[in-house]
Each structure stands twice: as structure tokens, then as C-alpha cells.
């Protein structure tokens, strides 16, 4: 069992689709075996399944470009895919089940819309007083490393040590002890406890 929880949750949801696809399927077959409904449930819902793998991918590839650092280039590609492949499975399916009545454009049109404003928010540069704008990052080597570089404090000159300074170093350190409070007594008849 992974102890990534992102990692456990894209497995879940593998699971989860595989089963009720599964599921699906067996009800379709033996209801209706000349219309085969459950391609629908598996494309729609597997479109959601492959971004959600896209997303994990996305993040998990340690690579230095900005699709893979910035977390609104990996929205905005994430959001990409989806619209380009459900914008695909519904042509598909204008295409099957009503070939004379074209619609499939309508969305893609208003999705497309939103996509575009998406992109515009991420892709567009901000000036460095605009409201919004982040500081600019450098790129750690490794994730470990800090993303931002903050000015070294200087460092300081050892005085040399006379003997006072070596007896003191020389003798261990007394542990101190603070002094114990009294209970007080909380509301109600509850005793107070140590």
C-alpha cells in the first residue's frame, strides 16, 4: 500500500472506474447486448481517470520545465487535455447517434471560452507591482533545496578563548528545573488532574 496519499487516491479512483465499468458492462450485456451504452460510462468517466493520471505525472516528474514547477501551468495543461478529449468523445458522439444535427461545437465554443480566460490568467506576465504577481523563483536542483535564496547573514569572527572561557566550556551545564504550578481548580466538580 502506497504511503503517498496522492498516489493511493489516483489508485482508488483506477479502481473505482474499473469497477463500475465492470459493473456496467456485465449490466448492459445481459439487459441490452444490441446497444452497447457502457462505451459511453467508460470514455467519459476514463477521460477523468487520464487526467487525473496526467495531474499525478505532472507532479511527480522532477524535471525543470514550467509545466512540471508551476502548479498553474500543470492546472492549465490538465485543464487542456480534458477539454481537447471531451471535446473529441462528444464529436464521436454527435458523429454515431445524431450525424444530421451538429452540436458538439456548442460546447467546445463555451468551454473553449473559459479555457481561453484560464490560459490568459497563466500565461500572461504581470509587472512586479501589479496585484497578483508573485516573485520571481529560482529553481532548486533538488527538492530539498529552497526555492527562494535569502541573503546570507554574516558571518561572525571567534575572539580568541582565554582561560575564563575554557573553564566555563569545561564544566557541564546545570539542568535547570521550573518551579511546579498548583492546579487550579476548572469549572464544575471535576477534580483537577496532575
Known sequence: MPKDRRTLALLIHVAAYLAVVAICAAVNLWLSPNNLWFVWVALGWGIGVAAHGLAFWLRHTHRRERVFVDCKARGLTVHLFAYAA?????????????????????????????????????????????????????????????????????????????????????????????????????????????
Not at 141 to 163: C, D, H, M, T
Not at 182 to 191: I, L, M
Open 86 to 194: 471531451t471535446i473529441l468523445v462528444l464529436f464521436i458522439v454527435n458523429l454515431t447517434v445524431t450525424p444530421n444535427v451538429w452540436w458538439f461545437y456548442w460546447v467546445a465554443l463555451g468551454w473553449g471560452a473559459g479555457l481561453a480566460a484560464h490560459a490568459w490568467c497563466v500565461l500572461r506576465k504581470r509587472e512586479p507591482g501589479e496585484a497578483g504577481a508573485r516573485p520571481q523563483r529560482k529553481l532548486g536542483r533538488a527538492r530539498r533545496e529552497p526555492l527562494i535564496e535569502f541573503p546570507e547573514e554574516p558571518k561572525r569572527v571567534a575572539e580568541p578563548k582565554s582561560a575564563a572561557h575554557v573553564k566555563k566550556e569545561s564544566t557541564p551545564p546545570k539542568k535547570r528545573t521550573a518551579p511546579r504550578k498548583k492546579p487550579t481548580a476548572s469549572r464544575g466538580s471535576r477534580k483537577p488532574t496532575r
